[in-house]
């Protein structure tokens, strides 16, 4: 089988609070899509990506990667979810049910190919997802009189952060993600769905720098993990 990648880059990263996606903000004078299609598209396993952009994204044209031919566009969609409904959907005809679809977000600048090697390297059905296990003391928060007080500390152990890349089958992922919008349930990862579908995928460590940006002091520290070298 094969692997794909798919990126999902149609969001409009709200909690940002800056003038444009997120995916389009500087680090050192390049866009952060630029630096995760470095990653991804210098990893000898991919041939060719899925980008998924949102219909009026003025931004890509200026990309450094913007005629680059490995790269097959899709359209975005309402949620995550329909945004890598879309991006599956062009793959039709290229990838078939077996080959593995590598769904990683494009916030997601800082991933190392020794974290894909890691990941790819123990694949296995029904999937596997990076992930970093939970290093801090865990609270579950109620409601009282306005405040968010503490209702009880959650066990830890067996709790982790889900990353991406998550990697699962091109056939079973299309279905567990359309089983979940036909019964309307929101997920915000691939993982979710095939949860949703009985499946237990594989956690995989991954390296705690491969951060989503997600807040303005995230641009600081993902240039900061930037510049020191990919491996
Ligand atoms: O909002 P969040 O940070 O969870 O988004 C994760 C990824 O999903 C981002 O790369 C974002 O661009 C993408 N996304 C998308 N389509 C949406 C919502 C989010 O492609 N409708």
Same mark, same amino acid.
């Given at each position: *089988?094969?692997?794909?990648?798919? #990126? *999902? /880059?149609a969001g409009v990263g709200s909690r940002m609070q800056a003038d444009r996606p997120k995916q389009y903000l500087p680090i050192q004078g390049r866009f952060l899509l630029d630096y995760t299609l470095d990653a991804i598209l210098s990893y000898p396993a991919f041939e060719q990506a899925v980008l998924v952009l949102s219909a009026d994204d003025p931004y890509w044209p200026d990309s450094e990667y913007a005629a680059d031919e490995r790269i097959i566009r899709a359209a975005g969609g309402r949620e995550r979810c329909d945004s890598v @409904? &879309? =991006? #599956?959907?062009a793959l039709q005809g290229i990838a078939t049910e077996q080959d593995w679809v590598v769904v990683h977000d494009i916030a997601r600048p800082c991933l190392r190919h020794s974290d894909l090697d890691a990941l790819l =390297?123990? $694949? /296995?059905? *029904? =999937?596997?997802?990076? /992930?970093? *296990?939970?290093?801090?003391?865990?609270?579950?928060?109620?409601?009282?009189? =306005?405040c968010v007080v503490i209702?009880?500390?959650?066990?830890?152990?067996? #709790?982790?952060?889900?990353?991406?890349p998550q990697v699962f089958r091109y056939g079973a992922l299309q279905q567990a993600l359309t089983a979940c919008l036909a019964q309307d349930l929101s997920v915000t990862d691939e993982a979710? /769905?095939?949860?949703q579908q009985g499946y237990q995928? $594989?956690?995989?460590?991954?390296?705690?720098? &491969?951060i989503k940006v997600t807040r303005?002091?995230? @641009?600081?520290?993902?240039?900061?993990? $930037?510049?020191?070298? #990919?491996?």
């Open positions: *089988p094969r692997y794909f990648p798919v #990126l *999902p /880059a @409904l &879309n =991006g #599956l959907a =390297g123990q $694949l /296995a059905d *029904p =999937g596997a997802i990076l /992930a970093s *296990p939970t290093r801090d003391t865990m609270k579950r928060g109620v409601l009282r009189d =306005g209702d009880h500390t959650v066990e830890r152990e067996q #709790l982790w952060h889900a990353l991406t979710s /769905a095939m949860e995928p $594989l956690l995989v460590a991954g390296r705690s720098d &491969n303005r002091e995230d @641009l600081a520290l993902a240039e900061l993990f $930037l510049s020191t070298s #990919l491996s």
